[in-house]
């Protein structure tokens, strides 16, 4: 049975980071185009940021570009996003999702509907 489990959320102060964490089971991540959303209030998912299944590609929303970074380390099997510069408008749940069904070796993509298997996700909260 795949897993997919998101930590790291938390409460931070505006200009702060933040490290999440999203720890595979049941599915080897290296092998899977991979993607971090979120969901505001009131607010649809949206995708903040993807990997190709080679690492080769990554992509970013615009409005986190230069702040945010996805990684994966394949030992540990686990997905990461670090978050810096967070701004009040990055609050919302994050969760990460992994895409078994399409083969995406050179793209990814940061659509909800591309993903089969979701993380719980984690609540971030950007507050002073």
């Known amino acids: 049975q795949v897993q997919l489990v998101e930590s790291g959320g938390g409460l931070v102060q505006p200009g702060g980071s933040l490290k999440l964490s999203c720890a595979g089971s049941?599915?080897?991540?290296?092998?899977?185009?991979v993607g971090w959303f979120r969901q505001a209030p009131g607010k649809e998912r949206e995708g903040v940021s993807c990997m190709s299944e080679t690492d080769i590609t990554t992509d970013y929303a615009d409005s986190v570009k230069g702040r945010f970074t996805i990684s994966r380390d394949s030992a540990k099997n686990t997905l990461y996003l670090q978050m810096n510069s967070l701004k009040p408008e990055d609050t919302g749940v994050y969760y990460c999702?992994?895409?078994?069904?399409?083969?995406?070796?050179?793209?990814?993509?940061?659509?909800?509907?591309?993903?089969?298997?979701w993380g719980q996700g984690t609540q971030v909260t950007v507050s002073s």
């Open positions: 049941g599915i080897i991540l290296e092998y899977y185009a």
């Open positions: 999702a992994a895409d078994l069904r399409t083969t995406r070796i050179y793209n990814c993509s940061r659509d909800v509907t591309v993903y089969d298997h």
